[in-house]
């Protein structure tokens, strides 16, 4: 869902600190970027796009654009702040707590619509948390933050040709997966045929 029309009034009045615009721009990009960060960094994604949009509040009176060019500007922040999550952790040792013994918390809304809204996203979401980290930063930047190919570039530093190159072999990579693991399906289904036929 987009703003269109109704976008650069809604930023004016975040720049000018009006509560109602802070939170239309917060409830419209705010899952786009918890996807992001709940594949990039799921122990830390609450924390992360709470930092994203604090970062938004205070760079608002500098940005200027339109709406594909706030949700790029936003998820440059967003990508700025797994890398410095990641410089963070790389200075101090952890052993981060098993993610089966912890359950995830889950932001206040319609418990049944966002449940069945998930069930989807978050096995695409898993998915992709598997991929490499530049293959799955630039397929979450292309799919989740839905930016064109020259604006991904932009935000990893890399040539457009490169990111087309990340994207096809993380949908590749992902496509193979998916058709190892119906024939794993299927395999169990075939032997228990097998089996009973005399």
Do not use: C
């Amino acid at each position: 869902m987009a703003l269109g029309e109704q976008f650069t009034d809604v930023v004016d009045a975040a720049r000018a600190g009006a509560p109602w615009a802070l939170e239309i721009l917060y409830r419209e990009f705010h899952p786009a970027v918890l996807a992001f960060l709940r594949a990039r960094a799921p122990a830390e994604a609450e924390d992360l796009a709470s930092d994203v949009f604090i970062a938004v509040a205070e760079g608002l009176p500098r940005f200027e654009g339109d709406e594909d060019g706030f949700r790029s500007w936003l998820f440059t922040i967003t990508y700025r702040q797994v890398g410095q999550l990641r410089r963070r952790m790389g200075r101090r040792r952890t052993d981060p707590f098993p993610a089966d013994e912890v359950g995830e918390r889950v932001p206040p809304g319609d418990a049944e619509s966002d449940a069945m809204a998930a069930i989807g996203t978050q096995q695409a979401l898993d998915l992709i948390a598997t991929l490499p980290p530049a293959q799955g930063e630039v397929l979450l930047l292309r799919v989740v933050a839905d930016l064109p190919v020259d604006e991904v570039a932009r935000i990893v530093n890399k040539r457009p040709t490169a990111v087309r190159a990340l994207q096809h072999r993380a949908i590749v990579g992902l496509a193979r997966r998916a058709a190892r693991e119906e024939s794993a399906r299927d395999e169990p289904v075939k032997e228990e045929k097998s089996e009973s036929s005399p």
